[in-house]
């Protein structure tokens, strides 16, 4: 009796354990482009013309132009590519944005500067809990349950366009 209630005990841990996991699965149809307006502070998750998913942002703590040079606080705008993954992000999850270019690296290098990198659509970590909506150093920021679906949704590859 005691073996079996040990056993039975391991199996809703572990079904637990699954069931809270960060690395959500998706099945549906492929997302073919990322869009980011940032005027809107909207994200959408598109397969070709059909919105699949849209979220609400947070953008760089200095929201309007083009990210030009690092440090500056603004989120890239432009033609980009999702290059990269990070589960164990510090926060909580988050893919890469083929941020910087030829072009803004050229137009850094005009000014003598760097024009950063490490640009991310991300969660938010606990110690950011309160911070305003544009609090990122130029990322693309959403909720960590958010970023769950999107992790899971979009692929290295896909395009993605970042409007003003």
């Known amino acids: 009796?005691?073996?079996?209630?040990?056993?039975?005990?391991?199996?809703?841990?572990g079904v637990t354990l699954v069931g809270c996991s960060k690395f959500k699965t998706y099945t549906g149809p492929a997302v073919t482009r990322v869009i980011i307006n940032k005027s809107d502070r909207m994200l959408f998750l598109m397969n070709d013309e059909q919105v699949l998913e849209s979220f609400r942002v947070g953008l760089?703590?200095?929201?309007v132009g083009h990210?030009?040079?690092?440090?500056?606080g603004r989120t890239p705008e432009g033609e980009y590519r999702?290059?990269?993954?990070n589960?164990?992000?510090?926060?909580y999850l988050s893919i890469g944005i083929s941020y910087p270019n030829t072009e803004d690296v050229a137009y850094a290098r005009e000014r003598g500067q760097s024009p950063g990198g490490d640009i991310f659509i991300h969660g938010r970590p606990w110690k950011?809990?309160?911070g305003g909506q544009d609090w990122t150093a130029g990322c693309i920021s959403v909720s960590n349950r958010q970023i769950e679906q999107i992790y899971a949704m979009v692929q290295n590859g896909t395009?993605?366009?970042i409007n003003p």
């Open 67 to 72: 990210k030009a040079v690092e440090g500056d």
């Open 159 to 161: 395009p993605i366009t």
């Open 1 to 13: 009796m005691m073996r079996l209630f040990r056993v039975l005990m391991i199996v809703a841990l």
């Open 82 to 85: 999702i290059d990269r993954r």
């Open 128 to 130: 950011n809990r309160k």
């Open 87 to 91: 589960p164990n992000s510090e926060f």
């Open 60 to 63: 760089g703590f200095a929201p």
